[in-house]
């Protein structure tokens, strides 16, 4: 079966981030209505002749929609056609969900929520310019699992302003008594145009240095381990059987659409991004132009990195008999003395036709992986 994944795009948010770069927005709620009409006839003009293996709706915060736009959007996701097993996600923030809402995400066949935490503390929580607090998180987390949800991720942050290394501990150990299917935690990443990024160039955030990030990730991986959590990317955990399908789209180069403002999609070799101001895109959709901004055919030199840099995030990495069949080449012809170097150095292991990075060199896995872009 070739797998293919259908991401859809929410941009909607009730308020930003501080951390958060994504295409996203606060204050556009007088566009939901259009929106999620422009995004219907996107969504059945793409996939009306396709069957989807995963659908994923992120944003913005999914969950914050109107109950009226989701039910435009209603008619649109019940039609698409589905392998029996598909696995349909919603990013979810606490305080902008509730039973009504969920019925109607279990009515067109969500299966599977991804909860937005990243802290356990209130004062982290306020610090991040989060909507909720920690009890919000729990009346939602265990709200979902009332009405029948059993496969919930719950999104995490660490190296966040002002986080000791004890918050950190504190937060996953509760995490962890939830026992949801899924735990993805990330460390902050600075990123530019972001309030965040504006405090550190003032001297305005008490980050926790590079040794005090460095151990807790590392105590993530042992403590999750310990909980029966499989560490199968860089920063996801999973119960056995319970990672994330779509993700493992993304990661392994199967072929993906999206839909909505910013969406990218991947889909035979093509690369493809729509329109981001979320007028434009109405206006394009409305007046049946194709909201796509960039297209480009990646090149085999393009396919080969991608290969390497999404592979590797993987904890069971690369397949040495996937590559050759993907590009007709030996990986070692391509990249033999850069696997042999790196695995002289312990950082690169080869076991039974595969190639993974080790536990040290997943601690510095970006600059492994800038090694192996081919120009």
């Known amino acids: 079966m070739k797998k293919l994944g259908l991401y859809i795009h929410l941009p909607f948010c009730m308020r930003k981030c501080l951390y958060c770069d994504f295409p996203s927005y606060s204050s556009i709620e007088k566009y939901m209505l259009d929106y999620t009409k422009a995004l219907s006839v996107e969504i059945e003009n793409k996939v009306k002749d396709k069957k989807v293996s995963t659908i994923f709706i992120g944003g913005g915060t999914p969950s914050y929609l109107s109950l009226e736009a989701w039910g435009i959007l209603k008619s649109a996701l019940k039609n698409i056609s589905k392998y029996e097993d598909c696995e349909f996600t919603v990013e979810c923030n606490p305080g902008s969900f509730d039973e009504e809402k969920l019925a109607i995400m279990k009515d067109i066949g969500v299966n599977r929520l991804s909860i937005g935490l990243q802290a356990y503390q209130d004062k982290l929580l306020e610090k991040l310019g989060r909507i909720h607090d920690l009890q919000q998180f729990l009346d939602g987390f265990h709200l979902a699992r009332r009405m029948g949800f059993n496969n919930i991720n719950i999104d995490l942050m660490f190296a966040i302003p ?214």
Not at 283 to 291: L, M, Q, S, T, W
Request: aromatic share 14%.
């Open 162 to 375: 002002n986080q000791t290394f004890q918050d950190w501990k504190e937060t996953l150990n509760e995490v962890v008594k939830l026992n949801p299917e899924h735990i993805s935690s990330y460390s902050l990443i600075i990123e530019e145009g972001t309030p965040f990024y504006n405090m550190y160039q003032e001297g305005k955030l008490n980050l926790p240095g590079e040794e005090i990030e460095i151990q807790m990730y590392e105590f993530t991986i042992n403590f999750l381990k310990t909980n029966m959590y499989n560490q199968y990317e860089i920063s996801n955990f999973a119960k056995e059987g319970r990672e994330c399908k779509h993700n493992m789209i993304y990661w392994s180069m199967d072929d993906y659409i999206g839909c909505g403002a910013s969406a990218h999609s991947y889909f035979n070799g093509s690369r493809n991004k729509n329109e981001s101001s979320v007028e434009k895109y109405i206006e394009k959709v409305f007046d049946n132009i194709d909201p796509s901004v960039e297209s480009f055919k990646n090149s085999i030199e393009d396919n080969i990195e991608e290969f390497m840099f999404l592979g590797l995030r993987k904890t069971n990495g690369i397949s040495e008999e996937d590559f050759k069949f993907k590009f007709s080449k030996s990986i070692y012809d391509v990249y033999g003395d850069l696997i042999d170097k790196y695995q002289k150095k312990g950082l690169l292991k080869k076991e039974e036709g595969r190639i993974f990075l080790s536990q040290r060199g997943i601690e510095i896995s970006n600059t492994i992986m800038s090694d192996f872009i081919l120009t």
